[in-house]
């Protein structure tokens, strides 16, 4: 059974940063996307930073901008987001997903698995 939880959320101020972290569990061997998305209310699901399980090389969404950082740890089968100079437009759900899809990792359609999320508050 796979298994995707996100932590790390919570409430910061402007120019702040978090760390946001998705465990995975139960994935099969092969070479899967890991990717973070982000929801604002009344706004579509966008991509924000994807990595390769079996290759350290990440891609980047356009909200990335430069602030995020994907990197991972395999042993610990934990993804990580780095957020950093957070803005008001970064509050949002963050979610992690999974798919063995070897290209448009920034679409969120059709990935095979879902964390539930975890909310990301940038409030002065």
């Known amino acids: 059974q796979v298994q995707l939880v996100e932590s790390g959320g919570g409430s910061v101020q402007p120019g702040g940063s978090l760390r946001l972290s998705c465990a995975h569990s139960?994935?099969?061997?092969?070479?899967?996307?890991l990717t973070w998305f982000r929801q604002a209310p009344g706004k579509e699901r966008e991509g924000v930073a994807a990595?390769?399980?079996?290759?350290?090389?990440?891609w980047y969404g356009a909200v990335a901008a430069g602030r995020f950082t994907i990197s991972q740890d395999s042993a610990r089968k934990t993804v990580y987001l780095q957020l950093n100079r957070l803005k008001p437009e970064d509050s949002a759900m963050y979610y992690c997903?999974?798919?063995?899809?070897?290209?448009?990792?920034?679409?969120?359609?059709?990935?095979?698995?879902w964390g539930p999320g975890t909310q990301v508050t940038v409030s002065s």
């Open positions: 139960g994935l099969t061997d092969g070479d899967w996307a």
């Open positions: 997903a999974a798919d063995l899809r070897d290209a448009n990792l920034m679409s969120p359609g059709g990935y095979q698995y």
């Open positions: 990595i390769r399980t079996r290759s350290d090389s990440p």
